[in-house]
Nanobody, 124 residues
Framework: RGQLVESGGGSVQAGGSLRLSCAAS????????MAWFRQAAGKERERVAV???????TYADSVKGRFTISKDNAKYFLYLQMNSLKSEDTAMYYC??????????????????WGQGTQVTVSS
């Protein structure tokens, strides 16, 4: 219950694309805020993108125009399409979820459920 499982990470050259997937439990999905965070070596975990229960999205400035967060309501999957990847996108990427109150939180401490992470490595 409450399990989040990421997949889709890997190694890619700069300028390439990857799509991350996160399998979510159905009872966590429809009304929850779901998000992607990432943590590079030696750095703090940071928010990448968030999608609300109604489909509204927000992005970190560093990924706007390159990354797209989406979800498949029928299959209970969360996705992160990453295009025009840069070396600075190299990090462990985590799927997270939490109940939505008034709006989705932007700080990681407010996310209740986390996946185990999937590594993305971008070589220049």
């Amino acid at each position: 219950r409450g399990q989040l499982v990421e997949s889709g990470g890997g190694s890619v050259q700069a300028g390439g694309s990857l799509r991350l997937s996160c399998a979510a439990s159905p009872d966590r999905y429809s009304s929850y805020c779901m998000a992607w965070f990432r943590q590079a070596a030696g750095k703090e975990r940071e928010r990448v993108a968030v999608i609300a229960g109604d489909g509204g999205t927000t992005y970190a400035d560093s990924v706007k125009g390159r990354f797209t967060i989406s979800k498949d309501n029928a299959k209970y999957f969360l996705y992160l399409q990453m295009n025009s990847l840069k070396s600075e996108d190299t990090a462990m990427y985590y799927c997270a979820a939490t109940p939505m109150v008034a709006e989705c939180p932007v700080i990681l401490d407010e996310y209740k459920y986390w996946g185990q992470g999937t590594q993305v490595t971008v070589s220049s």
